[in-house]
């Protein structure tokens, strides 16, 4: 699964410095008019940059939302019926489940607008518009400010920008840095935060093929769940109330802003057919050098998996041993085996296809160009050396910081729910003013009480005891959290005899000890609590971090600006993208099949057929429902159909994609919505650091599988009259 954030001339770092395809890049929408139209035309597009982006009419950027700070989200109805991913509101859907209502394994369909259910957690954001403040940010840097003073004065500059834009709305306000530092550019949105569950298949449907499928063609997997966004009666966001009203173009219009919904195509698709995906994919790092790359193969991606596996084995047992436990941690289990997956399949991807001497190639060229001149040589001569000292000196501790990352901050839930905690109960003790005192209070126990629902003492207990035993075992004593320490000193070094009196006596381990010690609180105690002393030295250390690598973070950071600057100069005469860093983007290309090794050949879509053909009853990732079932046998597909009367669940195409794109919306060149995005293929899991175009695929459920679900499977033929279904 997808899951995990420019002037003339834009640019990005590529594994090799060919022209840029259309298949490759993650392009800002308000530069479409000057770097795509004509190119995007060319490939199929049928309509007009202003149609794709604009600021002073409706445009189809109205109907794409970020969904939930991490996923996108598209615009289906008049009525702000909302489309994302099942695994991009996986969580929402497991806080409303329980072993009676279990809908993550039956589904959930609200057959009027009465049972849609309100998720407090979740938000929409809508993008107003974005704008260049390059100049601005950059107005007081010049070359001899160091690092620090050059960070401070962008952060000033920011600072009053942000303030300017924001003073006359409730806009979101961001700016946001391209190019490690070379430009900005400010983005305004506008947030609503009453997001209501409508459907969700079962996760047999919605994770079809689960772990083993994930990241794979072919691929059988309808993941897909809606949502519908509502406002107050005005059309002003607000808060989940119930005389709150779905979205509307006309309150959209009420309050002067822009509303679009897609419309839903019954077309299909065919190789080679233009598409656009429009999202917001959340990091790549194109730009990365070789001692990165280096650095992610032999240090931080083994460590992640190796830390992974065992944290899934914990879970495993435990969910496996009671349906409530398997219902709790869902979620978090899902999370956890996406990335561990990943990082897997990217460095047998880097290294399969030579990613690390494919970088030392464009170095090489790029030391070339740096000492062309004297003043080449005076800018960027030396670049290249500040990353390579950064990362010689980073290598020292990147396996400590990705143990006190992977275990320290995301091992456990007490660590992390103790820290936040802490810092409530702290605010809450030292505000004298009663009202604010209450409302802190309120905070406080609703955040307690979605942390205990949602947790296991036995599970926690024993991944704390093995992850932190594993720890201690197998990182530098220099850089162990100092509560190690104290586990010498007081447990002989063992972390099984810590976690066992811990989650036996702390009040941050037991919702019980929790709230009796929230009746009557004490800071002498909270002190000697071994929760608190295992998290406060935990993030005491995570923070420690960037102070302990000050100096190589600044050369680091540094280096890689002025690398970027002196690609983009070495050569001019090219059109260039950047990084992915959560800001909206469009890709475009088309759909079509690909060799991913010798005599293998993949086509570009997939069948119901072939979800019958890999069902395997009684198994967690491949077992079916039998409705489902019974609708094959009767080849019951409806309108849904394509020509030769099978039903098309997954296609592929060679979009731009990564994390944050879930959800995204795959477009036709009529803008028309014909499937959504929901991952990428194993073969170019290495995608992130290096695009590779004759691999690299979108996996997208097609909509007709989507409504298929939806009317036949669901009969929520009411959804379904909702939508504009077009040809």
């Known amino acids: 699964m997808l899951k995990r954030i420019l002037v003339v001339a834009l640019a990005i770092f590529m594994v090799s410095p060919t022209v840029v395809k259309a298949d490759e890049g993650m392009w800002l929408p308000m530069f479409i008019k000057r770097l795509n139209e004509v190119d995007m035309q060319a490939a199929g597009l049928q309509l007009t940059a202003e149609e794709l982006y604009s600021i002073n009419q409706s445009s189809l950027k109205d109907a794409i939302v970020v969904f939930g700070g991490y996923c996108t989200g598209e615009v289906i109805s008049s009525e702000g019926l909302l489309l994302t991913n099942h695994h991009c509101a996986y969580t929402s859907i497991q806080s409303h489940s329980s072993v009676e209502n279990d809908y993550l394994t039956d589904g959930f369909w609200a057959m009027n607008r009465s049972d849609e259910l309100p998720n407090p957690e979740l938000y929409v954001d809508f993008l107003i518009r974005m704008e260049d403040v390059t100049d601005r940010v950059l107005k007081e840097v010049s070359e001899d400010l160091s690092e620090a003073d050059r960070n401070k004065a962008i952060q000033e500059a920011i600072k009053t920008i942000k303030e300017e834009a924001g003073e006359e709305n409730d806009y979101i306000v961001q700016v946001k840095s391209f190019y490690e530092g070379n430009e900005f550019y400010l983005f305004l949105y506008e947030r609503f935060n009453d997001i209501r569950l409508v459907g969700a298949p079962p996760s047999s449907l919605g994770k079809y093929g689960g772990d083993t499928d994930n990241w794979m063609w072919p691929r059988h997997t309808g993941d897909f769940t809606m949502l519908r966004i509502y406002s107050a009666p005005d059309g002003t966001p ?74 899934l084995e914990i879970m495993n047992k435990h969910m496996n041993a009671d349906p409530k436990v398997r219902i709790q941690y869902a979620s978090k289990h899902a999370r956890t085996a996406n990335y561990w997956k990943y990082f897997i399949g990217q460095s047998k991807g880097l290294k399969r296809l030579g990613v690390y001497e494919k970088k030392q190639d464009i170095e090489q060229d790029f030391q070339a160009f740096a000492n062309a001149s004297k003043a080449n040589q005076s800018k960027y001569g030396a670049a290249l050396e500040l990353v390579e000292e950064a990362y010689n000196e980073t290598n020292e501790t990147e396996k400590g910081a990705t143990f006190l990352a992977e275990v320290g901050i995301r091992g456990t839930d007490a660590v992390l729910f103790t820290y936040r905690a802490h810092r409530m109960i702290t605010k809450w003790m030292d505000t004298e003013d009663a009202e604010e005192k209450s409302l802190v209070l309120e905070e406080l126990k609703s955040f307690a009480e979605d942390h205990f629902k949602n947790y296991n003492a036995a599970l926690d207990e024993e991944q704390f005891a093995r992850l932190y035993g594993k720890y201690q075992a197998e990182v530098n004593p220099a850089q162990h959290p100092s509560f190690f320490a104290f586990v010498d000193k007081k447990f002989k070094g063992s972390f099984e005899k810590y976690a066992a009196k811990m989650y036996a006596k ?14 009557a609180p004490n800071a002498k105690k909270l002190a000697k609590d071994l929760a608190y002393v295992a998290s406060s030295s935990v993030f005491q250390s995570y923070f420690g971090l960037s102070s302990l690598n000050a ?28 990084n992915a860093n959560f800001s909206m983007r469009t890709t475009y290309g088309t759909v079509g099949d690909y060799v991913p090794a010798d005599a293998v050949h993949y086509d570009f879509e997939t069948t119901l057929d072939g979800v019958m053909e890999k069902f395997v009853p009684g198994d967690h990732e491949f077992d079916i429902p039998q409705k489902l079932i019974d609708l094959h046998e009767t080849k019951d597909y409806g309108p849904y159909a394509d020509e030769n009367g099978d039903l098309i669940v997954n296609f592929i195409h060679n979009t731009d994609i990564t994390g944050g794109n879930s959800g995204s919306p795959v477009i036709n060149a009529k803008g028309h919505l014909i499937g959504t995005a929901f991952d990428g293929n194993w073969e170019a899991m290495s995608g992130d650091i290096a695009f590779e175009p004759e691999l690299q695929r979108t996996i997208s459920c097609d909509i007709r599988y989507v409504l298929f679900i939806v009317d036949k499977y669901a009969g929520a033929t009411h959804l379904i009259e909702e939508m504009d279904l077009v040809y």
Not at 271 to 278: A, L, P, Q
Not at 506 to 519: I, K, L, P, V
Not at 554 to 569: A, D, S, V
Request: charged share 25%.
């Open 238 to 311: 607000a808060a989940y109330a119930e005389e709150n009203v779905p979205l509307t173009k006309e309150l959209r219009e009420k309050n002067n802003a822009f509303y679009h919904h897609l419309p839903i195509s019954l077309e299909g698709v065919s190789n080679n057919d233009f598409t656009m995906v429009w999202g917001y994919p959340g990091s790549t790092d194109r730009y990365l050098t070789s001692w990165g790359v280096r650095q992610l193969l032999d240090i931080k991606a083994p460590t992640i998996v190796d830390i992974r596996d065992l944290k």
């Open 506 to 519: 702390s009040y941050f381990t037991d919702a019980e000890r929790f709230n009796a010690f929230m009746a």
């Open 551 to 578: 100096e190589a973070n600044e050369n680091m950071n540094k280096g890689n600006r002025l690398f970027i600057e002196g690609l983009r100069k070495m050569n001019p005469e090219k059109t260039y993208y950047p």
